[in-house]
């Protein structure tokens, strides 16, 4: 089963609203990522929130982790059209060789 | 910059034909991946390779196989392709790097993804 599950599974707003997607996993990590995938294409590292970590930054995203919850949040604030796209979670177990397990996805669409 | 190709961004076989689907990437990185990605599953891990000749089943490697011969290359095999193979096969590479502590660092970079099709 996934160790990661993306809620909500999809998402519409339009731009210049924030987004906001959940993450939740079920066992204890080493770090937490979120990954981008936009329509047919391969991901792109968004950002990387270790176990110790409580909050990032990195330009319009913010990341949160709560390891008593097990569980991360993905904000983009101020979103723009081009943010349209597939959201990932994936978690490091530290089972070893750098292996991920991915989510299932948010599904971003920001309208103009 | 970094970069990780895939040989075919869009493949059609026939049932029982075999099939090679190959990863390039240029950054000397140690750590290759194969994901089967599908809606609904999100991705799912074929198999890895932590070193040249050096393979690792994934949580779905049955009817798959793998070759690394040399660093930067990781190709993945359908023996003999069936329908339900049918999916976007992506390939990832990272660095086998150790941060402050036991802390791994392991950001995945992958390429643009082969949509194989079996009929």
């Known amino acids: 089963s996934q160790q990661g599950e993306e809620d909500p599974q999809a998402l519409s707003i339009q731009e210049g609203e924030n987004a906001t997607m959940n993450c939740s996993y079920k066992?204890?990590?080493?770090?937490l990522q979120w990954y981008r995938q936009n329509s047919g294409r391969g991901l792109v590292h968004l950002i990387l929130i270790r176990s110790n970590e409580r909050e990032k930054h990195s330009g319009r995203l913010r990341v949160t982790l709560d390891t008593s919850k097990k569980s991360s949040s993905l904000l983009i604030t101020a979103s723009r059209a081009a943010d349209t796209a597939s959201y990932f979670c994936?978690?490091?177990?530290?089972?070893?060789?750098?292996?991920?397990?991915f989510g299932t996805g948010t599904r971003l669409l920001v309208s103009p | 910059d970094v970069k990780v190709t895939q040989s075919s961004r869009y493949l059609v076989k026939r049932t029982g034909e075999k099939v090679f689907l190959e990863c390039v990437q240029d950054?000397?990185?140690?750590?290759m991946f194969w994901y089967r990605q599908d809606p609904g599953l999100g991705l799912r891990l074929i198999y890895f390779?932590?070193?040249?000749?050096?393979?690792e089943k994934g949580d779905i490697p049955e009817g798959y196989s793998v070759s690394r011969e040399k660093k930067e290359r990781f190709s993945l095999i359908l023996e003999s392709a069936s329908t339900n193979q049918t999916s976007m096969y992506l390939c990832a590479s990272t660095l086998a790097m150790l941060g402050a502590g036991s802390a791994i660092y392991n950001e995945q970079f992958f390429g643009p993804g082969t949509r194989l099709t079996v009929l």
């Open positions: 066992t204890s990590i080493n770090n």
């Open positions: 950054m000397d990185h140690e750590n």
């Open positions: 994936a978690t490091d177990m530290n089972t070893g060789f750098q292996k991920l397990v």
């Open positions: 390779s932590y070193d040249v000749k050096m393979k």
